[in-house]
């Protein structure tokens, strides 16, 4: 079977800086997105890790580490517009879908 | 315009209803997708279809069924609606094995 386990809800101020964790079991690991979704909207794609180590992608970094079964999304320099949910996602199945993780409820504070 | 369209936006019925969700994506990928999400359960695969002739079961497919009536369209349907299905759903599509899928705005279902 395949889970996947995120912190339910994280908060942080603007301008600061926070890592999302993800962990996953699955049978078969093609790779790793991520997620997000405003509150009454559609997830939209954020990043996507094959291989080992980070992806960078403005204020938006993503990490995977393979032999942890781990990665996570950092988020610098938090705008209010940051606050969302994020969802990681393993691709499994020899690539032929996506399994989404609970998600991260993230509020940003003035 | 979107990429990816859903229709309805809303929906409400009644238990034992039959009711089709509808999905078009105007991006030209083969592969299509539909989800439901509930609160703190994230998105749980109900059906995908990688090409017009194919069509499989997701994680939570019970209750359900679907059609795919050209590349662009991916149709879900409730054979007889259950309170248990109140959900939001969203359809997705990718193209090939690539890293990305695009979801449509969704339909927020009730069930009465």
């Known amino acids: 079977g395949q889970s996947l386990e995120q912190p339910s809800e994280v908060t942080a101020v603007e301008g600061a800086i926070v890592q999302i964790n993800c962990t996953y079991q699955?049978?078969?690991?093609?790779?790793l997105s991520w997620y997000q979704q405003h509150d009454g909207g559609a997830p939209t794609f954020l990043s996507y890790?094959?291989?080992?180590g980070l992806e960078e992608t403005g204020r938006f970094s993503s990490f995977l580490s393979r032999s942890d079964s781990y990665g996570y999304l950092l988020l610098q320099e938090l705008q209010m517009k940051d606050s969302a949910s994020y969802f990681c996602?393993?691709?499994?199945?020899?690539?032929?879908?996506?399994?989404f993780g609970p998600g991260t409820r993230l509020s940003v504070l003035p | 315009d979107a990429d990816v369209t859903q229709t309805p936006r809303n929906r409400i019925t009644k238990t034992g209803k039959r009711i089709m969700l509808e999905c078009s994506q105007t991006?030209?990928?083969?592969?299509m997708y539909w989800y439901r999400q509930d609160p703190g359960l994230g998105l749980r695969l109900i059906y995908y279809?990688?090409?017009?002739?194919?069509?499989n079961k997701g994680e939570i497919s019970d209750g359900y069924s679907v059609s795919r009536q050209a590349q662009a369209k991916f149709s879900l349907s409730l054979e007889s609606a259950i309170p248990n299905q109140t959900a939001l759903y969203f359809c997705?599509?990718?193209?090939?094995?690539?890293?990305?899928?695009?979801f449509g705005p969704g339909t927020r279902l009730l069930v009465l």
């Open positions: 996602a393993v691709r499994d199945n020899y690539g032929q879908n996506f399994v």
């Open positions: 699955t049978s078969g690991f093609y790779g």
């Open positions: 890790n094959g291989l080992d």
């Open positions: 991006k030209g990928h083969d592969r």
């Open positions: 279809s990688f090409d017009v002739k194919d069509i």
């Open positions: 997705a599509s990718q193209e090939g094995e690539g890293e990305t899928q695009y």
